[in-house]
T-cell receptor, first 113, second 107 residues
């Protein structure tokens, strides 16, 4: 079974802090994704990566950056956390760039105070 | 871009009842998945179903790609089926999610 693991389930950070959300997958998948989920807005794509050191902006990249130094790990970085980044963050991976099944991690509920 | 609509938005059932959840999408897609989001927030894969019909225990799904819809059937519902059900379709290299159906199954 594919396993996608996010480093924290719950996180509380202060405004202005630099925040790292980590995601690791164990199935040698090429593609990894970061989404955020907010009530009334659904799931929105922040960034995705289709190879090591490659990244593409999603629909809402502002205020975020990402890092993919190794194939299995995809990090989401909040350079200076703000209260409007309080959200549920979901990481996903899949084998190919298209037409393959996606698998999600357990989610990280981030609160910025 | 592709629009994904799910219905109904909310559903309350008694344990043992059957239900059908619908997902309509606005354009041709190559890929469609159904997920169940549990109370802790994790998205659990139910079906990867670009077309055709699949069954897994009490759940089954049908996608009619030419008519741009997919259906998720839940039979003999249990309280553990409660949560939010999402369909997601593949846009350009990424998934586009519907707004979900929130299901509550009462004991």
């Amino acid at each position: 079974d594919v396993k996608v693991t996010q480093s924290s389930r719950y996180l509380v950070k202060r405004t202005g802090e630099k925040v790292f959300l980590e995601c690791v997958q164990d199935m040698d998948h090429e593609n990894m994704f970061w989404y955020r989920q907010d009530p009334g807005l659904g799931l929105r794509l922040i960034y995705f990566s289709y190879d090591v050191k490659m990244k593409e902006k999603g629909d809402i990249p502002e205020g975020y950056s990402v890092s993919r130094e190794k194939k299995e790990r995809f990090s989401l970085i909040l350079e200076s956390a703000s209260t409007n980044q309080t959200s549920m963050y979901l990481c996903a991976s899949r084998r190919d760039r298209e037409n393959t099944e996606a698998f999600f991690g357990q989610g990280t509920r981030l609160t910025v105070v | 871009g592709i629009q994904v609509e799910q219905s109904p938005p909310d559903l309350i059932l008694q344990e043992g009842a059957n239900s059908t959840l619908r997902c309509n999408f606005s354009d041709s897609v190559n890929n469609l998945q159904w997920f169940h989001q549990n109370p802790w927030g994790q998205l659990i894969n139910l079906f990867y179903i670009p077309s055709g019909t699949k069954q897994n225990g009490r759940l089954s799904a049908t996608t009619v790609a030419t008519e741009r819809y997919s259906l998720l059937y839940i039979s003999s519902s249990q309280t553990t089926d409660s949560g939010v059900y999402f369909c997601a379709v593949e846009g350009t290299y990424k998934y586009i999610f519907g707004t979900g159906t929130r299901l509550k199954v009462l004991a």
